[in-house]
């Protein structure tokens, strides 16, 4: 136990949200304590995205205490989602450890040992040992402000030290999700992954059982983030991309895949210092810049075979896409604008005539503009294209296209001129 004046934490440093979680379990006689990443950030130094709960209140009775602000959720884990405005807290309940002999283990796991339920309470220290990592398995508690630590996590948090709780290979097995976040935290937050937490090279490929859907949120805690860089090269060290993108995969292993990677190195790095300026991004682009490598390589594939342009980028996308989703789901409002970002980058090499003035006022150019110039800085096109467009928006003064025959006057049948269309109509 660490006194308050030791930790230095204080009801100042915790969300509204989640202190009113904390005090209403605690004011109906539960134990309610802050868990996890918000503990392990706040002794770090790290301001805190997102504050969860742990307590001895089972599922219906936090529904009890809170009413409609409540939702269960989960089947493999339930816990309680508790709504303060648009903060959401997360609360689990207490679980038991079945790894300590005392209780029986009653969950749910497949052949391969992962677990697909597991609702069986217990005490905190017992919550504490079945966590993933030490640094995540601190406790705070509402009632004394003291800090709660059954599995030496302070002592990492010391070292600035990433290391499992358990056998590592048993751990991995269980969520195997758990290694792509090993090194998530680790590139994070600057530790040092211990070496018994280094994702084993031999069980990289359960990763391709995870549920695609699952895989997309965890794909958007890794590389949309201002850390963005430092994870992808751990990620490229543990060869943990590979069962998320296979196709990319292929290309990046092949003679020609050193521009193709440095195309997606600098995207996510131009993701990452938009974040840190509190600019705008989606991820699509993050997304787009994954799968061009693989997009481009069956586009021209098919081009040899004898397809026109067009319809071999359409082919090669559609084939592509309907590929990945079966390892990392992508929602269609992202993967509709990422498509559209690959179809707009032929478009780029028309500059005569009304091209450029129709393709400027499209709602994705922007995006497919930024593409561009990452494809210029890798080598793929040439940067006289590049520095053409970036011309072309910049410096009104810069003479644009002659137009083309649009605005000429056409008579009508029987002699009277039709006036031109203007740009309102």
């Known amino acids: 136990m660490v006194e308050p004046k030791e930790h230095g934490i204080t009801r100042d440093d915790i969300s509204d949200a989640a202190l009113a979680v904390l005090d209403g379990l ?4 539960y134990r309610a304590c802050l868990v996890g990443g918000a503990v392990r950030d706040l002794l770090l130094g790290v301001t805190p995205k997102d504050f969860d709960v742990a307590t001895d209140a089972e599922p219906e009775a936090v529904v009890d205490v809170f009413g409609r602000k409540a939702r269960l959720i989960g089947r493999r884990f339930q816990i ?12 689990s309940t207490f679980r038991a450890d079945p790894a300590n002999g005392d209780t029986e283990d009653t969950r749910e796991l497949d052949d391969a040992g992962r677990v697909l339920r597991d609702n069986v309470f217990g005490s905190i220290a017992e919550d504490a040992r079945r966590r993933d990592f030490a640094i995540n398995g601190l406790y705070l508690d509402v009632a004394d402000h003291c800090i709660y630590d059954y599995v030496d996590g302070l002592s990492d948090i010391e070292a600035r030290r990433l290391r499992l709780i358990g056998d590592a290979r048993v751990r991995y097995r269980e969520d195997p999700v758990r290694m792509i976040r090993a090194v998530r935290i680790a590139a994070k937050l600057d530790l040092a992954l211990d070496p018994e937490a280094e994702p084993p090279a031999d069980m990289i490929e359960l990763l391709a059982d995870v549920p695609a859907a699952r895989m997309f949120d965890e794909v958007l805690k890794l590389l949309m983030h201002p850390a963005g860089p430092q994870v992808y090269r751990m990620l490229r060290h543990y060869d943990l991309l590979r069962p998320l993108f296979e196709d990319t995969m292929a290309v990046l292993d092949s003679p020609t895949g050193a521009a193709s990677e440095a195309l997606i190195e600098k995207a996510i790095a131009n993701t990452a210092a938009r974040m840190e300026a509190n600019k705008p991004v989606t991820p ?25 342009p067009a319809p071999a980028l359409a082919s090669a996308q559609s084939q592509v896409v309907s590929r990945q989703v079966q390892r990392v789901a992508i929602p269609k409002r992202f993967s509709i604008p990422m498509r559209e970002i690959w179809q707009l980058q032929p478009r780029f090499h028309k500059r005569r005539g009304r091209h450029p003035e129709r393709l400027i006022p ?18 793929e096109v040439e940067p006289e294209l590049a520095e053409w467009w970036t011309v072309m928006q910049d410096d009104p003064s810069t003479p644009k296209p002659a137009s083309g025959t649009g605005s000429r006057r056409r008579k009508r049948r029987g002699g009277r001129a039709r006036k031109t269309a203007t740009a309102d109509s």
Do not use: K
């Open 284 to 308: 699509a682009f993050i997304f787009a810049a994954l799968l061009w490598p693989a997009v481009r390589e069956g586009a021209a594939n098919l081009e040899r075979e004898g397809m026109p």
């Open 362 to 379: 499209h709602p994705r150019f922007r995006a497919a503009y930024d593409f561009l110039l990452l494809r210029a800085q890798v080598g």
């Open 80 to 91: 309680c989602h508790v709504r303060f405005g648009r903060e959401i807290v997360e609360v």
């Open 26 to 29: 605690h004011d109906a006689g």
